[in-house]
């Protein structure tokens, strides 16, 4: 099994950038599809966005051409880049990791196998 841990959150004004980390560890990298979900305060976990093994990612309509998910699979890493950030995108972010072969369902939690602690993500107008 993996485990996650994210980083990189922060407080950021309206209009700025952050780019968050989530680094895997225990297992090998390449055995996972990744995804990203954030949580706001009285609120379900929310899927962001998914990469592949392949390196083919799905967005979140709301988050479509601000942000942007990579990874890095020789470094064990996954990061989020979070462009144009308006308060609606306050949350704890979320990195999640799917073991299981990909069966076309990505943005639902109950489709991954590990999560990470979270990271928090304050946008302030």
């Known amino acids: 099994q993996v485990q996650l841990v994210e980083s990189g959150g922060g407080l950021v004004q309206a209009g700025g950038s952050l780019r968050l980390s989530c680094v895997g560890s225990?297992?090998?990298?390449?055995?996972?599809?990744m995804g990203w979900f954030r949580q706001a305060p009285g609120k379900d976990r929310k899927f962001v966005t998914f990469i592949r093994k392949s390196g083919t990612t799905y967005y979140e309509d709301s988050v479509k051409g601000r942000f942007t998910v990579s990874r890095d699979n020789a470094k064990n890493m996954v990061y989020l880049q979070m462009n144009s950030l308006a308060p609606e995108d306050t949350a704890v972010y979320y990195c999640?990791?799917?073991?299981?072969?990909?069966?076309?369902?990505?943005?639902?939690?109950?489709?991954?196998?590990?999560w990470g602690q979270g990271t928090q993500v304050t946008v302030s107008s």
């Open positions: 225990g297992d090998t990298f390449t055995n996972y599809n």
């Open positions: 999640a990791a799917r073991q299981r072969p990909y069966s076309g369902t990505y943005s639902d939690t109950n489709a991954y196998d590990y």
